[in-house]
């Protein structure tokens, strides 16, 4: 109170109201207090036998008719999927899956080393041995993994839907491509195998070795029959989200490599008739010398010279070139006309595709140039200033050269797109922005059917900017929230509008959030926002997007009460921070302080739902008893469990505790009650710790409660001469060691000074100043000699149920203690100290004296 600023000392915006913040509502008011998912009367009789169930459905959390039945039934469900084991499934391959793409790469090379070495190995009577036949076995490998592969990848179906049963996708590829790859790779197998026995014969017949070289070749000529699969592997990749010049470059290789083939194969093909074709007039290609004169002919020259040159006849067969090599017997020229006219109709194709290309061009120029003559023609008539008219003229001209980002709705052929078909497509382009917002990601996690229900109506959308437009502007209500896929923005503020003494602006980047308090409270735009480059901002309407949410039991629940404490956050803004309310950010506003201030049974709801997505992970196949400990966490409220913005499970532990100081009293500095030690009444040994003395939260309790039962239980006999002053709250985030899960410590503390002149019980101490010394000495003989070790005296308290060490350190000591090699000095120390059974009984009776005399009301007696 002494912080904030009062109402006359501040310039109040003129065009806001006067109570504002506090005078905005509350928006999902709907819910009433007897809607709860757990009563938590029920929760406390069926504590043993809850264990948060693995669902179905998250709104089957309680049967309103008995709940706890309901409850009883969950715990002993979940209970048995722990100890039994988890059903860990195994779901097929989706056919835009990164492996499957990495498949089909390595497909399209597999084809193409049959495609090319198939041809040139009939042509050229080349043997199949050596490295070509193993690679013939690599790629017959390759074919029988991609074989055993399509069992388990899914396909699109005649509706355009991925269908991922087991048993449908095996039917298909048994009826489709199945006994084609059987037998090509029974083939394959075939003509390796001749290859090697051939291989062996070497010293049989020259007759039998010369018949199975050829059927070993004949075989692998069938394996051409894979050329269909490539249109196949071609447009399964074509269906992935590839950007669209990819998607360009992909089908202009394609096309380039069907020419390239097709040419390959004219080659071999005119080899091969220029060796083995019987001629009319005794004479073929290969015959003829090189050059048109004596000497050398191409039947003499090396292989790859052969080879290209019958590359170099295909390829002018099918563009208008020029080449020596002619054809000199019947069949030759016969088979040189079927390719002369095969590339007439080739190179027309290819023309008029270029021409369909140039003619789209010319075609969008037009359409431009006629949209600027209507414009001029409508500022002539409207007599508009020459000045404003070459303004208006250029702006227009640089707008249509800007190409903005694609909608739903400029693309008219989804139109034709069935509605749930339409609601998946919105449901796959607007999660991954739905899913950066805390409350959105969270009601997401719980209810798997939200997102389909948002996606059905028209609450998302996306909303194009050009530089200069505006968003929305200040002084206005807020219906919408706004998540930015790309452009940049600028956000402005003034003094009228806004608490900021000047004019103020901020830039907004990619994937930043707008407006995000209109989802809970009726919120007025203190600001203006503008984009400054091509821009594209999701728009979400709040009211329906609530109205998604209430139609399930669970998610209604979670933004009822998220929204009631969000807005008694917001209307309760000191009024030092107002300058810092924006639609941009709340600087009071915590999600994980939401969260931690939940009801106790959407925080159940929650836990429940992660439990059920950990024991379908692998993760935790092995830590069972981990689950049960978490679970036991949970219905303890100890812990809670929620699915952050990363779509991960985080787990959040509040810590309560109270750090109590003291100075004066002929101390040099300020020293702090710390716990260095504890351990339960059966041992002997303690634990060394370092903390100040705290616990967690009850089912139910808030901090100040939590507070209350620590002093009357651990720090009863210190009750008395406790003055309790302001609480703070501080978030350690880690790796919880015991779950190895991303962990958020809340740790509200609650400060606490010794009263003025205040006197301590008698505590049983334990004279530690000698064990510090010789620990010093002796194992932390490194350590500086000024540095000021002595603990004083070790106070042993008891509660009946444990024993605690605690001593007064100075920050200097406690910063030191927390160090590795301090805290092996600490931790000798504490193993070191001798407790014995007379100290315990006196801390034992010092607590049972502190409990009668707070029954009875009288204050103890503080022994000096």
């Known amino acids: 109170e002494g912080e904030t600023l009062s109402r006359a000392s501040t310039s109040w915006p003129w065009l806001l109201r006067k109570d504002w913040p506090r005078s905005l509502a509350v928006r999902n008011e709907g819910h009433t207090a007897n809607e709860d998912l757990l009563d938590f009367a029920v929760v406390k009789s069926v504590r043993d036998a809850m264990k948060f169930a693995d669902l179905e459905d998250p709104n089957e959390l309680c049967d309103e008719r008995n709940p706890s039945r309901s409850l009883t039934l969950a715990g002993m469900r979940v209970r048995r999927r722990i100890c039994c084991g988890c059903s860990v499934g195994f779901s097929p391959m989706s056919p835009v899956s990164p492996l499957r793409l990495l498949i089909d790469f390595l497909g399209v090379l597999s084809l193409l080393f049959d495609l090319i070495t198939i041809p040139v190995m009939i042509a050229w009577d080349l043997p199949h041995t050596g490295k070509l036949r193993d690679m013939a076995t690599g790629v017959a490998c390759f074919w029988t993994f991609d074989m055993v592969t399509s069992f388990f990848t899914g396909f699109y179906s005649s509706s355009g839907e991925v269908e991922m049963k087991f048993h449908l996708i095996a039917k298909r590829y048994l009826m489709s491509w199945f006994p084609i790859d059987a037998t090509i790779i029974g083939l394959d197998c075939s003509t390796i195998l001749l290859s090697y026995v051939s291989g062996e014969a070497q010293g049989t017949s020259g007759t039998g070795l010369l018949r199975l070289a050829k059927a070993s070749r004949m075989l692998r000529v069938v394996a051409v029959l894979r050329c269909a699969r490539f249109t196949d592997i071609i447009t399964r990749m074509l269906q992935r989200n590839l950007p669209s010049g990819f998607r360009i470059l992909l089908q202009i290789a394609e096309l380039f490599m069907t020419i390239l083939y097709v040419n390959h194969v004219i080659a071999c093909i005119w080899y091969y008739l220029g060796l083995h074709a019987p001629s009319d007039t005794g004479h073929s290609w290969l015959a003829v010398p090189i050059g048109g004169f004596g000497g050398q002919t191409y039947g003499d020259a090396e292989f790859w010279y052969q080879y290209l040159t019958a590359m170099h006849w295909a390829m002018s067969q099918m563009t208008p070139g020029s080449m020596q090599v002619v054809p000199v017997n019947t069949i030759e020229r016969a088979f040189n006309v079927a390719c002369l006219m095969s590339g007439v109709i080739f190179f027309g194709s290819l023309i008029s595709t270029l021409s369909s290309k ?98 059905s109506t028209k609450a998302l959308d996306f909303c194009a900017l050009a530089p200069g437009d505006i968003l929305f502007e200040a002084a206005s209500m807020a219906n919408s929230m706004y998540a930015v896929s790309q452009g940049t923005l600028t956000y402005v503020r003034d003094p009228t509008t806004s608490f900021v003494t000047g004019r103020t602006e901020e830039i907004v980047e990619p994937l930043r959030w707008l407006c995000e308090p209109a989802m809970f409270v009726d919120w007025v735009h203190v600001g203006t926002v503008e984009a400054i480059s091509v821009c594209e901002v999701l728009t979400i309407e709040v009211e329906q997007i609530l109205e998604s949410a209430n139609m399930g039991h669970v998610t209604k629940r979670l933004a009822c009460e998220y929204a009631k404490l969000y807005h008694k956050i917001v209307t309760n803004t000191p009024q030092v921070i107002l300058p810092e309310l924006s639609d941009i950010s709340i600087p009071n506003v915590s999600h994980i302080d939401i969260i931690s201030r939940l009801p106790m049974d959407v925080r159940c709801a929650l836990g429940r739902h992660c439990l059920t997505m950990m024991q379908d992970s692998w993760a935790w196949v092995l830590k069972k008893n981990r689950l049960l400990e978490l679970a036991q966490e949970i219905e303890n409220a100890q812990s809670t469990l929620f699915v952050d913005a990363d779509e991960e499970i985080q787990r959040l532990v509040t810590v309560v505790s109270v750090q109590i100081t003291q100075g004066g009293h002929g101390l040099q500095e300020e020293r702090t009650l710390v716990e260095i030690g504890k351990s339960d009444m059966r041992s002997m040994t303690m634990t060394p710790i370092l903390q100040l003395p705290g616990t967690k939260p009850n089912i139910g309790e808030t901090p100040a409660d939590t507070v209350r039962r620590l002093l009357k239980e651990e720090l009863l006999p210190l009750n008395a001469a406790i003055q309790l002053g302001d609480f703070h709250t501080q978030l350690d985030h880690s790796i919880s060691a015991k779950y190895s899960l991303k962990t958020t410590y809340q740790k509200h503390i609650q400060c606490a000074n010794l009263m003025p002149n205040a006197t301590l019980p008698k505590l049983q101490s334990v004279d530690s100043m000698r064990l510090v010394r010789e620990l010093t000495t002796s194992s932390a003989a490194h350590l500086s000699a000024d540095r000021d070790l002595c603990l004083g005296e070790v106070m042993l308290l008891t509660n009946g149920k444990r024993k605690y060490l605690l001593a007064w350190l100075t920050e200097e000591q406690f910063n030191y203690f927390g160090t590795p090699s301090g805290g092996a000095v600490l931790s000798n120390l504490v193993s070191s100290i001798n407790i014995t059974d007379e100290m315990v009984q006196d801390a034992n009776e010092l607590f049972r004296a502190a409990r009668r005399s707070e029954a009875t009301g009288t204050e103890m007696r503080p022994v000096l």
């Open 358 to 455: 140039m003619l789209h061009y010319r075609m969008t120029r037009q359409d431009m140039h006629s949209k600027i003559s209507v414009l001029h023609r409508f500022l002539s008539e409207k007599g508009v200033s020459p000045g404003l008219t070459l303004t208006i003229k250029r702006q227009i001209a640089d707008r249509l050269k800007v190409e903005k980002p694609l909608a739903a709705n400029d693309v008219h052929v989804l139109s034709v797109l069935s509605k749930k078909t339409r609601a998946q497509l919105q449901c796959e382009i607007c999660k991954p922005y739905l899913s950066g917002n805390p409350f959105l990601q969270l009601s997401l996690s719980l209810d798997q059917t939200l997102l389909n229900r948002i996606c």
